[in-house]
């Protein structure tokens, strides 16, 4: 799992969440030695930290038994294991919280370790036509009638 993503197109480095980001301002934690050496590496790049907290209506139909299925069959047969007992084990560590407080827990910790379902969740930008001001400037000279 990458929590820093190095954006050369807008010169970042992204926070890939911000639980990484608050671990990351505390001194001398792995998170924070992690940041500095990106930071050492990219030294005119801007820190971001990406919004990853999905409240909007595009992730309608992420329920648990969907991101079940979605673990079972994604990776190689220990990446799977791996990654579904991870999910009981936060399933049941948030399961004395609220029922919106323990899917939230549950959905970004799966958003995490399966980012391009975030990035499948996200709206993305409408195409627009560009078209040009195409303008023709004409002298009296050659300007004619028809």
């Not at 560009?130 to 303008?135: A, D, G, Q, Y």
Request: aromatic letters at 10%; proline letters at 2%.
């Amino acid at each position: 799992m990458s929590t820093i993503r190095i954006n050369e197109k807008n010169r970042t480095i992204e926070l890939m969440s911000k639980k990484f980001a608050t671990a990351a301002s505390k001194y001398g934690t792995t998170e924070y030695m992690d940041l500095q050496a990106a930071r050492r590496d990219y030294p005119n790049y801007k820190v971001v930290v990406k919004n990853t907290s999905r409240t909007n209506s595009s992730f309608k139909g992420l329920t648990y038994d969907y991101m079940e299925k979605y673990i079972k069959s994604h990776g190689t047969e220990e990446e799977k294991t791996e990654k579904f007992n991870a999910y009981k084990n936060k399933r049941l560590n948030v399961e004395c919280l609220s029922s919106a407080t323990a899917y939230r827990e549950v959905k970004e910790w799966f958003l995490e370790q399966y980012p391009e379902v975030a990035e499948f969740g996200e709206k993305k930008p409408t195409a627009k036509k560009s078209v040009e001001n195409k303008t023709t400037e004409i002298t009296l000279d050659e300007k004619k009638s028809v």
